[in-house]
T-cell receptor, first 118, second 112 residues
């Protein structure tokens, strides 16, 4: 069975601090995809990144970086120099490889609520 | 701005009412989804349409009835809901064979 665990329910930091959100996943598939989404209070889930199981390269996008380690089944997300606008709930998600043209089911972790204080 | 548009943004309905939630996207995506999200919980998949055909139904009660009239539109018809069905209903879309879904802002539904 597939499962995503985000052990940190809430994190509070002061602006300009770095913060890492942890994500651990379980799957028996050899081909799978990992995601991070941001959900601000408005409700929309904003897609941040997709990683496939064969690509363990870390990625950096501005103040955001992601560390994928298959050996520990982890896909952690770091925000450098956090800002108040980063305050949101962040979800890590897992999807198996698609069969044919069927749409993909996302399995979400419980989410981490990040609060960045000025 | 999101390219997946959901209407209405808020809906209050009685348990005997019939209402519909609407979702529209013009990104050429041929997979569309309904997710349900309760407060302080992650989204849970309800239905998936692929090329306008229902491909996944996660054992959702029949009081929720999805419809995909064309490749850009997705509806969720609601009838005889219960107060516990109150939640944020999120529509999403993706390219076929791709699982990164793009979400709308959701409809906050309250059943009274």
């Amino acid at each position: 069975a597939q499962k995503v665990t985000q052990a940190q329910t809430e994190i509070s930091v002061v602006e300009k601090e770095d913060v890492t959100l942890d994500c651990v996943y379980e799957t028996r598939d050899t081909t799978y995809y990992l995601f991070w989404y941001k959900q601000p209070p408005s409700g929309e889930l904003v897609f941040l990144i997709r990683r496939n199981s064969f690509d363990e390269q870390n990625e950096i996008s501005g103040r955001y970086s992601w560390n994928f380690q298959k050996s520990t089944s982890s896909f952690n997300f770091t925000i450098t120099a956090s800002q108040v606008v980063d305050s949101a709930v962040y979800f890590c998600a897992l999807s198996e490889a698609q069969r044919g043209n069927q749409g993909g089911k996302l399995i979400f972790g419980q989410g981490t609520e990040l609060s960045v204080k000025p | 701005d999101t390219e997946v548009t959901q209407t209405p943004k808020h809906l209050v309905m009685g348990m005997t009412n019939k209402k519909s939630l609407k979702c529209e996207q013009h990104m050429g995506h041929r997979a569309m989804y309904w997710y349900k999200q309760k407060a302080k919980k992650p989204p849970e998949l309800m239905f998936v349409y692929s090329y306008e055909k229902l491909s996944i139904n996660e054992s959702v009660p029949s009081r929720f009835s999805p419809e995909c009239p064309n490749s850009s539109l997705l509806n969720l018809h609601l009838h005889a809901l219960q107060p516990e069905d109150s939640a944020l209903y999120l529509c999403a879309s993706s390219l076929p064979g791709r699982s990164e879904a793009f979400f709308g802002q959701g409809t906050r539904l309250t059943v009274v």
